[in-house]
């Protein structure tokens, strides 16, 4: 049992491109975006369900194949009961949404309004 929880664990870090991690570093010698891939591959090992998880612009620097890896993430976590709100901008992960907001394009008082909701055209 726990040799199959290390290699899903092990398995969600490669999804969201962190394979490469050694378990010798401290999270203290992780960048930003990485450490935002680490606590998203976290998410899916945990057991709870109905959360709201909101994420922003997590495909910032990735490789497409890594946004292929967090969009998957995205689905399986949906798909265990969970809502999910994705600040982004990449084309990839815009397409998987269920619902997709443009909030505002100006700053100050003419910032923050829904410009549109749909679904992907």
């Not at 203290?28 to 922003?56: C, H, M, W």
């Not at 084309?91 to 410009?115: S, W």
């Amino acid at each position: 049992m726990i040799t199959k929880d290390l290699i899903d664990k092990i398995n969600n870090l490669k999804m969201v491109g962190l394979g490469y991690l050694s378990l010798n570093l401290g999270t203290t010698t992780l960048s930003g975006d990485e450490v935002q891939r680490l606590k998203l591959a976290n998410y899916l090992n945990s057991p709870l369900n109905d959360i709201l998880y909101i994420f922003d612009e997590l495909s910032t620097r990735l490789h497409p194949h890594d946004i292929e890896g967090i969009n998957r993430i995205f689905i399986e976590l949906r798909n265990k009961g969970n809502t999910i709100v994705i600040a982004d901008h990449d084309p990839e992960i815009i397409e998987i949404a269920d619902q997709i907001f443009n909030i505002g394009e100006h700053v100050g008082e003419n910032g923050g309004k829904i410009t549109y909701q749909g679904n992907v055209c």
